[in-house]
């Protein structure tokens, strides 16, 4: 069984920073992207920032420039660091990683169970 458990999300004001943190363990052979989306509610989950095992990365680009994704492959970890928060970053922020759980299985995506950031004075 794979679990995904995300830590750093809170209150934090105007310009401030936050650094989340997802590690994925259990019963992992490999995993290939891993990344961060958010959502509000009764909206649809989005793409933040998404990198690959060998490091390439995507952003949004309401977070180019402010936010940047980075993993440890040894530790199957994965960092979310936010800076400059604007009140609209305000969302549950989930972890996703495409994990193949055994050789031969191929790969799923599997997700954390979120956490919530929110940025205001």
């Known amino acids: 069984q794979v679990r995904l458990v995300e830590s750093g999300g809170g209150l934090v004001q105007p310009g401030g920073s936050l650094r989340l943190s997802c590690a994925a363990s259990?019963?992992?052979?490999?995993?290939?992207?891993m990344g961060w989306y958010r959502q509000a509610p009764g909206k649809e989950r989005e793409l933040v920032a998404r990198?690959?095992?060998?490091?390439?990365?995507l952003y949004a680009d309401s977070v180019k420039g402010r936010f940047t994704i980075s993993r440890d492959n040894a530790k199957n970890t994965v960092y979310l660091q936010m800076n400059s928060l604007k009140p609209e970053d305000t969302f549950v922020y989930y972890c996703?990683?495409?994990?193949?759980?055994?050789?031969?299985?191929?790969?799923?995506?599997?997700w954390g169970q979120g956490t919530q950031v929110t940025v205001s004075s």
């Open positions: 259990g019963s992992i052979f490999s995993i290939n992207a």
């Open positions: 996703n990683a495409v994990i193949m759980v055994q050789y031969g299985l191929g790969y799923e995506a599997y």
């Open positions: 990198i690959t095992r060998g490091g390439s990365t």
